[in-house]
């Protein structure tokens, strides 16, 4: 479906309608067809980019994203399980974020469904403190094929961080409250595209690009929401949103 447009000739019967399509909401209806009946369904185009949250509501650091996406180019949404699928696909950019709720994605089924949608051209971008690791061991597979990279370790301090474009290095972690729960996940690059380093030595990837089919999958080992100023989050999210693009 590239225009909204879906269109299915049925027998003759009572049918109940699912739809699914990349960048639609999704569309659920009953339909009763006549004889060599055909039916068009419109589809209504979902939110660009998906802000999800997945924090279990202990961190609530989501005001950090707020205040950089803009009017309705975002849509700000905490995590239901039940309703993870439609919800993603009927954006074309995730915003996946864990903020100080340690640990990666923890249900199967979720993993499942991320699959699914970037297997359909979705694109996300995953954060969050420990987020690395936990993958590693729940799901090493998904973080090789989807996002081109694998585990490196781990900082349990705060830890200095290159932005984008200007260099500049700022450090993670002491502003924001964050500087008791902060841990950062180094990351190695295996397929994918090294995007930002820690700027601590020895240098080690602190964001990896993966590309699958049509799919981008972005893994940061850190939450954005730990720099220190507006600016610097800025840069780090803005940056990161351009090269799902």
Do not use: H
């Not at 999958?217 to 507006?230: H, W």
Request: net charge positive; aromatic share 10%.
């Amino acid at each position: 479906v590239a225009d909204g447009q879906f269109g299915v000739t049925l027998p003759v019967g009572s049918y109940r309608v699912r739809v699914l399509s990349l960048g639609y909401k999704m569309l659920e209806t009953s339909v009763d067809a006549a004889a060599s009946a055909s039916w068009s369904l419109e589809l209504v185009p979902g939110t660009p980019c998906l802000l999800l949250d997945d924090d279990g509501g202990t961190t609530n650091v989501e005001s950090y994203y707020q205040e950089i996406l803009s009017g309705g180019a975002f849509e700000y949404w905490a995590k239901v399980e039940s309703e993870l699928l439609p919800r993603m696909i009927a954006s074309r950019k995730v915003i996946w974020f864990r903020g100080t709720a340690y640990g990666g994605i923890k249900s199967v089924n979720e993993r499942a469904i991320l699959r699914r949608y970037l297997d359909l051209g979705g694109k996300v971008l995953v954060t969050g403190f420990g987020v690395a690791s936990s993958l590693a061991s729940q799901d090493p597979k998904l973080m090789a094929d989807y996002f081109g990279c694998a585990n490196g370790g781990s900082y349990y301090k705060p830890v200095k961080l290159a932005l984008p474009a200007t260099g500049e290095v700022v450090t993670l972690g002491t502003g924001n409250g964050f500087s008791k729960l902060y841990s950062a996940g180094k990351l190695k690059a295996l397929t994918g595209e090294v995007l930002l380093k820690y700027g601590d030595v020895p240098l080690s990837p602190a964001a990896v690009l993966g590309v699958k089919g049509k799919g981008k999958a972005i893994l940061a080992g850190f939450g954005p929401e730990a720099a220190p100023t507006v600016e610097s989050r800025k840069a780090i999210l803005d940056y990161l949103l351009q090269k799902l693009d």
